[in-house]
């Protein structure tokens, strides 16, 4: 729970935290590898204040928010008002709150460090994406910045990129890829004493039966 509490405190503030952290070509080329269709329906797992929702929504798609905290659901509904296309869902991602084959892309953003259980969270994601349909997650390569886990509860590390691709593949997708974001997560400790950069990987893969 101490993550959860931890974005219920800065749900306010994670705009202006989060253009810090990472730049708008992380969802970017999360966009490229899922190769988004207009009108189809993509879910944004640990939506945050809608920073991968806000570019599926402008290219035609509809969306169906999922977050644990009210307080960045509220944020969302804030931003983006109460829009035909966009669906909020408070849940966690152990037990998410969409049906079977409900969508057609899941989206997850520097999200999955946050799990206890990220091979079961995978799972998860898969069950509720269509026949065809892809799951595409963005997220930190392995590290060392144990200071992570203090100041924004992170539960792992980062990740080996081919631990994803297995978990991936046990789930059950096929077209597995992990490859380079090119880009990086950066930020400074609240001391100060210490400068973060974290490469990013992007890993999708298509849902076959």
Known sequence: MESKKYFDKVAKDWDAMRSEFFPERVRERAYSVAEIEVGKKAADIGAGTGFVTEGLIKRGLKVV????SLEMLNEIKEKFGDKGEIKFRQGIAEELPLEDEEVDYVFANMFLHHVENPAKVINEMVRVLKIGGKLVITDLDEHNFEILRKEQYDRWMGFDRKDIA????????????????????????DCNSENISISIFVASGVKSR
């Open 166 to 189: 297995k978990w991936f593949i046990e789930a059950g997708l096929n077209e597995v890829k992990v490859d380079s974001v090119e880009s990086s997560c950066c930020t400074a400790t």
């Open 65 to 68: 928010v999922v977050d644990q």
